[in-house]
DNA sequence: CAGTGGTCTAGACCACATT
DNA sequence: ATGTGGTCTAGACCACTGA
């Protein structure tokens, strides 16, 4: 029962994910001829499915020959590190403070604009994972969000919406860091600094995260 | 003179590119078939050459009102930090050398298989930019592509044509690095690893860069 | 030779925007 | 009412592969 019809190729997509779970690598899927036959659809949209799944790693094609099952452990899994679904976060405070000069510029706003900045930790089977600073311009959320901290943040959700770009530093873990991420002082980590836009590329969040690097490893495939 | 005719599409993107040049951000450019028209082609096939620019970040789409030119500033650029293109490459050293049991692992051969080893830097006006350390299995090279050192490591093409995973490693700059980087010792950098491999997952290269933090920066946009 | 992916056409209907 | 992107069809020709 669907209450929206979904396109077709949407669907087809779906059922094809559904076979290729059986599959192995390398094993060929059913030619695109074969799948319009098959789902009574026409060639261009059974076409269109596979485009979509080659473009997503699942499968690749060879010129002539057919379709294949992509090799599982070349997942395509674009930007960032790895978030596990059942990450613990923890706000350690939040409070709304006046831009500095360095948070006004990523933000593009005036400095002394009023920023909302939260900060937290991610915790992964009891093991700090990483310590995020985040940064919102005030007068951008409604006073409905404010008193819902723990949902504005829907970090996975902002990326799907935006425009994001994200910066990797080096550095000695900040002293009063090393602590919360229970590594020992002098650790050389790695800063994420994201900074996420919406289409006319005006910047809506700054995010800066330290990684522990006995934790998370940054890894992209493509 | 083509000496192979290109698709129309690949030939209506190029002319899209050249005219998204001159236009700017958020400005509209023709309706899909206002393009068909233009170019004297079907409508799908004007749809492809935007759905590929689309993809490449050149323009976005607004339903039931049109394409426009994307904000420059958003440019998708997967993968890597930015490689200038007068970037120049210098071998210090190329050597075959038995695996040792990290490279081994890495590359999927056994320890003491042959294993032609390059280091170089890349300097960029002058300013050394990154320390790589490139492993290459000798038994996949021809005698060929080991007297043309130099032109093995078409480092872009290998991308283009591989599947690449890449991970990032924050650490102190090795001893023995931080002179040929120019860099004090004890300064925290980051050391990129990447595996290409073939479309069987088969390794085919392990590339071992560090990266001056001074002059580069790792940046993901999407 | 039959089958494959790659390209291309000339239409069509839909839901939604703007005027 | 017109125009837009989004979807879809039922064909077509090409270059290439492999039996």
Redesign the interface.
């Known amino acids: 029962m669907n209450e929206i019809e979904k396109p077709v190729y949407i669907q087809v997509i779906e059922n094809l994910k559904e076979e290729i779970m059986h599959k192995c ?2 094993e060929p899927i059913m030619s695109e001829r074969e799948l319009a036959l098959h789902f009574n659809i026409s060639r ?1 949209t059974a076409r269109k499915a596979v485009d979509a799944l080659v ?1 997503d790693g699942y499968l ?1 094609r060879i010129k002539n020959k057919g379709t294949f099952v ?2 599982k ?2 997942y395509k899994s ?2 960032l590190y790895e978030e596990h679904e059942d990450t613990v976060y923890k706000n350690l405070y939040f409070n709304v403070i006046p831009a500095d000069k360095e948070i006004a510029e990523k933000l593009n706003v005036k400095v002394e604009e009023l920023i909302l900045k939260i900060v937290r930790t991610a915790h992964y089977k009891g093991q700090p994972q990483t310590l995020d600073e985040i940064y919102f311009v005030k007068k951008y959320l409604s006073s409905d969000d404010i008193a819902n901290i723990s949902k504005v943040v829907d970090i996975k959700k902002c990326i799907n919406e935006s ?10 873990v900040p002293f009063k860091y090393a602590v919360l991420l229970e590594i020992a002082q002098g650790t ?3 800063n994420v600094q994201s900074i996420m ?1 919406n ?3 005006v910047p809506t969040l700054f995010f800066s995260s330290y ?1 522990n ?1 006995h934790q998370v ?6």
């Open positions: 690598p390398n261009m473009n690749y992509a090799d452990t070349l674009n930007t425009v994001v770009e994200q910066r990797f530093y080096p550095m000695i050389p980590i790695i836009r289409h006319l590329g990684l690097p490893t940054i890894q992209i495939k493509n």
